[in-house]
């Protein structure tokens, strides 16, 4: 089956400090990659994508990388600030049976402070 | 344009009472989805359906019935409600491409907590 592993959190950062999340994946074929943000009380909004070996996805500082090799995609930025405070998933969608199949991580919950 | 709305914001039930959790989509798209989001388990596939009239089961689907008459609409029914159904539920929306062989993006709705006695 398919399956997505995220680093469990909370992760604590000073602002401005260099974000790294880890997320790695199993599928069978060749999936689509994503992250989603969570803000408090709010539902997922989409981050950034990756379709296929090699993309990069960037969307406000974050960027990640479609590592096929490694089947990675971890998330990065330079440097967080306190608006970056939320909840970071990891998720992945195959085509079975030409229906999309989403899969998301158990989510890692950032906070930074001031 | 509204996107995905749900309703109610927050529900109390009581063992056995049944309710329906609503959600609605203006954006004409044909993928809709159940999640429920549960502590340390991330979001778990309830139902979904790909079109009016077609729906299939997801990752957790006992205890949960949908039906989809509209492409705006995609009703989640809990028939008898227990305590182990206490979670905050979202509704999705799925964008495809490459004539459906690619997943584009999920619009989520902003949820309906529930918490069941």
């Known amino acids: 089956g398919n399956s997505v592993t995220q680093m469990e959190g909370p992760v604590t950062l000073s602002e401005e400090a260099f974000l790294t999340i880890n997320c790695t994946y199993t599928?069978?074929?060749?999936?689509?990659l994503f992250w989603y943000v969570q803000y408090p009380g709010e539902g997922l909004q989409l981050l950034l994508k990756?379709?296929?070996?090699?993309d990069k996805g960037s969307n406000k500082g974050f960027e990640a990388t479609y590592r096929k090799e490694t089947t990675s995609f971890h998330l990065e930025k330079g440097s967080v600030q306190v608006s970056d405070s939320a909840v970071y998933f990891c998720?992945?969608?195959?085509?079975?049976?030409?229906?999309?199949?989403?899969?998301f991580g158990t989510g890692t919950k950032l906070q930074v402070i001031p | 344009n509204a996107g995905v709305t749900q309703t109610p914001k927050f529900q109390v039930l009581k063992t056995g009472q049944s309710m329906t959790l609503q959600c609605a989509q203006d954006?004409?798209?044909?993928?809709m989805s159940w999640y429920r989001q549960d502590p340390g388990m991330g979001l778990r596939l309830i139902h979904y359906?790909?079109?009016?009239?077609?729906?299939d089961q997801g990752e957790v689907p006992n205890g949960y019935n949908v039906s989809r008459s509209t492409t705006e609409d995609f009703p989640l029914r809990l028939l008898s409600a227990a305590p182990s159904q206490t979670s905050v539920y979202f509704c999705?929306?799925?964008?495809?491409?490459?004539?459906?062989?690619?997943?584009?993006?999920?619009?989520f709705g902003p949820g309906t907590r529930l918490l069941v006695l």
């Open positions: 998720a992945l969608s195959v085509n079975s049976g030409g229906y999309q199949k989403v899969t």
């Open positions: 599928a069978t074929g060749y999936p689509s």
């Open positions: 990756a379709t296929k070996a090699d």
């Open positions: 954006m004409n798209h044909e993928y």
């Open positions: 359906s790909v079109g009016a009239g077609i729906t």
């Open positions: 999705a929306t799925l964008v495809t491409g490459l004539a459906g062989r690619r997943a584009e993006t999920q619009y």
